[in-house]
C-alpha cells in the first residue's frame, strides 16, 4: 500500500474541502527534485502514466539527466531515460511528451558534446524519442548537420518542446539555428531568431557526414516551416520571432472546400508601423510532403541565410491588435479537437488579459472570458471542445465554450491558493487533470515542484 500517496490525499483534503472545489491529490513527494511538466502533452494515451523531468532550479533543462513518469493510480514513479554523467553544462534532457497512441515518449536531449565552454544551449539540441518498453535506449527524431554543404532535412541548430499531432503523423517544435547564431557573433545584427520547424517520417533522410558530437543521424525528416527576417517592414506581415506554436485540431481545419489542411498556430513578433514590435496571432499551412524547396530558397540553407519553408506553406496572419489601444497576443495558442478555434490571450477594452477565440480561417477574435483581472495562463482544451482550462487568480478554472453569460459559463476547480498552479494539462479521455504546484521542502527554504491531480469524472 502506498502510504505516502494516502497521507498526502489526507492532507490535501484539508485545504480543498470547500465546497464547489475538487480534491488535490498529490502524485509525487519527493522533495529532492523537481517534477516539472513544463506545459505539453504528459498523459499516456490510456491515462495511467505522467510524464515528466526533474530539472534543477540553477541548471535548468541542461543541467537536468533525467525523463521519468509517475503512475496516477498508484504514485509509482520509473525512469526512462537517465544521463549517469549529466553536468550543469548539459548534455541535459526535458520537455517530455507521450506520443498520442503509442507508449513512447519525446523530448529535448542536449548535443552529446557538450563541455563547459560549449554548454547545452538553444541552438545545441535536439530530439530524442523513448520507449516506455525499452528505456534509455533514444532515438534521435530530427537530424542536425552544421558542416557545409547542409543536408535536405537535416537541421543546422537546436529543437524544443515538442509535440506531436494527434495521430503521430507529425512532430512539430520551436527551432533555434547553430548557423545563424554564429553569424550574428560574427556581424553584429540579430539572427538568432527563434521560429518553428516540423519533422514527418515520410521522407528518408540522407546520411549526415561527421554524425555522433555536432552532428547527429535522426530519423525523420525535418523542415522549417515558418519564415522569420531579423528586421520586418513596419506595418507588415513580416516577423523576427515565432513562437508558443501547437498542431490545429486532431487532424487539421476543415477549409472552404470542406478538405482538412495540416497546420500549426503560433504567436509571430511584427513591427508596428511605428517600429514598436508586437505579437500577433498566426498560422501556417503545412503540406503534406515537405522535401520540396520553396520559393525563398534551399530547405537546408546557406551560410548565410536560414533553411526555408517547403513548397505549399503558407503563412498567415489572424490577428491585427497592432493599433489598438491594447496591442499583443499571447500564451501557447492552442486549438480545439475539432480544428475550429484558436485560443489565445489579449488584453480586451479595460487592458485586462482575457482568453479569446479565433477561426484558422480568420475573421473577427471572439472574447470568451470576462474577468476582472488578468487570466495567468494560456488555456488547455477537453477533448470534447466544449471547454477550457486556465489559471486565473491563483485557481484553476474551467470555462464552457457557449452562448451563455459567463457567469454561468465559468467554476473555479481549486481553491485560490497563495501561490498559481502552472503547466495544466489534461488526460485524453477528458476525466482528469494534472497540474504543478511548488510544495515547501520540509526543514528547508526551498521548494520543489510536485504533481497534482483532479478527478472530473
Same mark, same amino acid.
Given at each position: ?111 552529446? +558534446?557538450?563541455?563547459? #565552454? $560549449?554548454?547545452?544551449?538553444? !541552438?545545441?539540441?535536439?530530439? @530524442? *524519442?523513448?520507449?516506455?518498453? &525499452? /528505456? ?73 557526414? +561527421?554524425?555522433?558530437? #555536432? $552532428?547527429?543521424?535522426?530519423? !525523420?525528416?525535418?523542415?522549417? @516551416? *515558418?519564415?522569420?527576417?531579423? &528586421? /520586418? ?225
Amino acid at each position: 500500500m502506498n502510504y505516502k500517496l494516502i497521507l498526502g490525499i489526507l492532507m490535501l483534503g484539508n485545504c480543498t474541502s470547500t465546497p464547489g472545489y475538487l480534491l488535490e491529490k498529490q502524485l509525487t513527494f519527493d522533495s529532492t527534485k523537481n517534477h516539472d511538466l513544463d506545459n505539453n502533452d504528459n498523459f499516456s494515451p490510456d491515462g495511467k502514466w505522467l510524464v515528466y523531468d526533474t530539472r534543477t532550479d540553477s541548471g535548468g533543462i541542461g543541467g537536468n539527466p533525467s525523463i521519468e513518469r509517475v503512475n496516477t493510480e498508484t504514485g509509482e514513479t520509473e525512469v526512462l531515460y537517465h544521463l549517469p554523467d549529466n553536468r550543469d553544462f548539459g548534455p541535459g534532457v526535458g520537455a517530455a511528451s507521450y506520443h498520442p497512441t503509442a507508449e513512447k515518449v519525446i523530448f529535448i536531449h542536449g548535443l552529446p +558534446g557538450c563541455t563547459a #565552454e $560549449n554548454p547545452y544551449q538553444q !541552438w545545441r539540441r535536439t530530439g @530524442v *524519442v523513448v520507449s516506455c518498453d &525499452n /528505456p534509455n535506449v533514444p532515438q534521435f527524431l530530427d537530424s542536425r548537420d552544421v558542416t557545409f554543404p547542409f543536408t535536405p532535412g537535416a537541421l543546422r541548430g537546436g529543437t524544443h518542446r515538442h509535440e506531436w499531432s494527434r495521430d503521430g503523423r507529425w512532430v512539430g517544435y520551436t527551432y533555434n539555428d547553430a548557423i545563424m547564431k554564429a553569424l550574428e557573433d560574427s556581424t553584429g545584427v540579430k539572427w538568432n531568431l527563434r521560429t518553428i520547424a516540423v519533422s514527418s517520417p515520410r521522407h528518408p533522410v540522407a546520411p549526415i557526414a +561527421g554524425a555522433g558530437q #555536432e $552532428n547527429i543521424q535522426g530519423e !525523420w525528416f525535418s523542415a522549417v @516551416v *515558418v519564415r522569420v527576417v531579423p &528586421n /520586418p517592414a513596419p506595418g507588415s506581415d513580416e516577423i523576427s520571432h515565432a513562437a508558443s506554436d501547437s498542431w490545429v485540431g486532431a487532424a487539421g481545419y476543415l477549409k472552404p472546400d470542406g478538405t482538412r489542411q495540416v497546420a500549426r498556430a503560433f504567436i509571430g513578433k511584427i513591427q508596428r508601423k511605428d517600429g514598436v514590435p508586437v505579437d500577433e496571432l498566426f498560422i501556417v499551412d503545412i503540406p503534406d510532403s515537405i522535401n520540396v524547396p520553396g520559393e525563398y530558397g534551399p530547405l537546408e540553407g546557406t551560410p548565410a541565410s536560414f533553411p526555408m519553408p517547403p513548397k505549399g506553406t503558407v503563412q498567415r496572419r489572424l490577428t491585427y491588435t497592432a493599433e489598438t489601444a491594447h496591442p499583443g497576443c499571447s500564451g501557447v495558442v492552442r486549438s480545439s479537437f475539432d480544428g475550429k478555434y484558436l485560443a489565445y490571450l489579449a488584453k480586451d477594452s479595460a487592458g485586462i488579459q482575457q482568453v479569446f477565440l479565433m477561426s484558422p480561417l480568420g475573421g473577427e477574435p471572439r472574447q470568451l472570458t470576462r474577468h476582472t483581472s488578468d487570466v495567468q495562463s494560456g488555456v488547455r482544451w477537453s477533448p470534447d471542445h466544449r471547454s477550457v482550462l486556465y489559471v486565473w487568480d491563483n485557481s484553476i478554472v474551467l470555462c464552457q465554450v457557449s452562448d451563455r453569460p459567463f457567469e454561468e459559463r465559468f467554476r473555479r476547480v481549486t481553491a485560490r491558493a497563495a501561490e498559481a498552479p502552472a503547466n495544466l494539462v489534461w488526460s485524453n479521455d477528458g476525466k482528469m487533470i494534472a497540474f504543478n504546484r511548488n510544495v515547501p521542502v520540509v526543514g528547508g527554504s526551498d521548494s520543489k515542484k510536485q504533481i497534482f491531480l483532479i478527478q472530473l469524472k
